[in-house]
Structure formats: C-alpha cells, structure tokens
C-alpha cells in the first residue's frame, strides 16, 4: 500500500522513517503515535515483526489490513441453547461452546481472538486465543462460564478480534437466568413429574392386549377341544 496517498501527517510519517534507532521500545512508541490511540503495544509489536521492524512497511502493513473491505468475516453457525435462556443454579462452572466460519474472502491472520465484548463478566477468561482461518472453514470455540452467586438475567456479549484491536464478524450473546436453588430444585421436581405422567398417559393409550386363552367373539370353537370332551363323556359312560 502507498502510504503517501493517505491522509497522514507526511511531516511525522518523515520524522519515523528518517529515525537512525534501532530501539524496539522506541519504535513501537512511535508507531502507536503516528496510527492512535486504538492500536494496542502488542498489535504495534505485531506489526513490526511482521515487517522486519521497518516504520514505513508496518504503517503500510497496518491500513492494508484495516481498509475498507479488507477485513476478514466472521458468521456463527451454530450456538448451543442459542434460541433459548440458560437456566441454570448460582455458583455453577459450564463450558460453552460456538461453532464459527470464516465467510469472507481473505484467510484470519495470526493473533486473532474471541473477545469478552460487554455485557456482564461472567466468564473464566476475558479472551480466547483462535488458529487462522482459510476462507469457507469453520472452527469450534469454547470457554468457561460461572454463573453468579446472585439470582437474575445476565447477558455477556463477544466479539472476534484482530491483533489491531479491530473487532469483526457477528456478535456472540451468551444469555443466562440464574435461580435461586429452591426454584431450580422445583424446576427439575415439575420436569420430572411431567416426564412421569407423560409415560403414564401413553401406557394408558396402548390397545388392550389379547389373551390368547380367552375365547373371542365370533372365534370358531376349537375342534380339538371339543374333541377331548366327547372322549371324556364315552369314557364316563
């Protein structure tokens, strides 16, 4: 990319490039100075390395990336419970799990993660560390989840993450109603009494079962019974 065709301040973007240090600490400083506030000292330090520490190409290297359109994508395919609210006892650990896919044209580079977005933190981690990503893959991410100790609605929002701090791709809501124990014992009770009457109610609805030594309507007599009993009257006789 021609960075001299953007909107920077060629007077500062001079200054960097005419720099005679070879001090990484210096470097990093400067180019978070020269892109902003928004870039990170760990996505500085990417950058740099994936540049050879040269200003001008990591500059280059970083609007490349966050241009218009050169941003990767990211559609959830799949999200367990996602349609309904978890509901689930105070203090419990449990793992949650998303299926995602890369629906852009350009692969996830190096250093991407799901990040902890907003919401409320009810998770173990702030931020998961994600593979790249080809075009048209998918991958399955999971973390842990504690619910709080305090009955209510809580709502924790993620968002994946370039090295940049530049977020992309669909928002991942986890939704949990926390009970407090007496209900969610009563919950299972209710659920299980259900399940119980369900079973019975099918018991009941099945055909009588026929007894096949109980003579049926217009049954045939059977001959070799009443064989046996003539025998038995001769025989008395």
Request: hydrophobic share 30%; proline share 7%; charged share 20%.
């Amino acid at each position: 990319m021609d960075v001299d065709n953007d909107p920077l301040d060629q007077n500062l973007l001079r200054q960097f490039n005419c720099m005679c240090t070879t001090d990484k600490e210096n470097l990093v400083k400067g180019l978070r100075e020269l892109i902003g506030d928004q870039l990170t000292e760990s996505a500085a330090v990417f950058f740099l390395e994936m540049n050879d520490w040269n200003m001008h190409r990591a500059v280059g290297t970083y609007f490349d990336v966050n241009s218009e359109g050169a941003l990767p994508s990211m559609s959830l395919v799949r999200d367990e419970n996602s349609e309904n609210v978890l509901q689930l006892p105070p203090n419990l650990r449990f793992t949650k799990c998303w299926e995602v896919k890369n629906n852009g044209r350009i692969a996830w580079p190096p250093g991407c993660t799901l990040q902890f977005n907003g919401g409320d933190f009810i998770s173990v981690y702030t931020s998961l560390p994600t593979t790249t990503l080809e075009p048209g893959c998918t991958m399955t991410l999971c973390t842990d989840f504690v619910t709080p100790s305090k009955p209510g609605s809580y709502q924790s929002k993620w968002r994946m993450m370039l090295p940049t701090g530049t977020y992309f791709g669909d928002i991942i809501w986890t939704l949990v109603q926390v009970e407090d124990n007496d209900s969610f014992q009563n919950e299972l009770s209710r659920q299980l009494v259900e399940s119980i009457n369900l079973g019975s109610s099918e018991m009941q609805n099945q055909p009588d079962v026929i007894n096949p030594f109980t003579p049926q309507p217009n049954q045939p007599p059977n001959q070799d019974t009443d064989q046996s009993q003539n025998n038995m009257e001769s025989d008395l006789l």
